[in-house]
């Protein structure tokens, strides 16, 4: 049995996290964040195969978010797409 990808949501709504995780629950292992800087520690200690970062969160942001992480060499690589509830 392969283990499943695992997949980081980053929204500082904890509801936007529980509804798109468990759309996805079934078929990939989730993590998640509330802000930027949560995003990044908790990035930094897992292989993740996939982001989804909201776009607008207190304190930073999602872009300076993955611009950080992008400078991270274990990071650079992870694909990321932009969520946002508007």
């Known amino acids: 049995m392969t283990e499943k990808p695992v997949i980081m949501i980053v929204d500082d709504e904890i509801a936007n996290i529980e509804m ?3 759309i996805l ?6 993590l998640f964040a509330r802000s ?3 995003a990044i ?5 897992y292989a993740l ?16 978010t993955c611009r950080r992480m ?3 060499l ?3 690589n992870v694909p990321v797409i932009f969520t946002t509830s508007l």
């Open 20 to 22: 798109i995780g468990a």
């Open 25 to 30: 629950e079934d078929d990939y292992e989730i």
């Open 36 to 38: 930027g800087h949560q």
């Open 41 to 45: 520690e908790v990035a930094s200690k």
């Open 49 to 64: 195969d996939l982001i989804l970062l909201d776009v607008m969160m207190p304190g930073m942001d999602g872009y300076e």
């Open 70 to 72: 992008k400078l991270d």
């Open 74 to 76: 274990n990071l650079s």
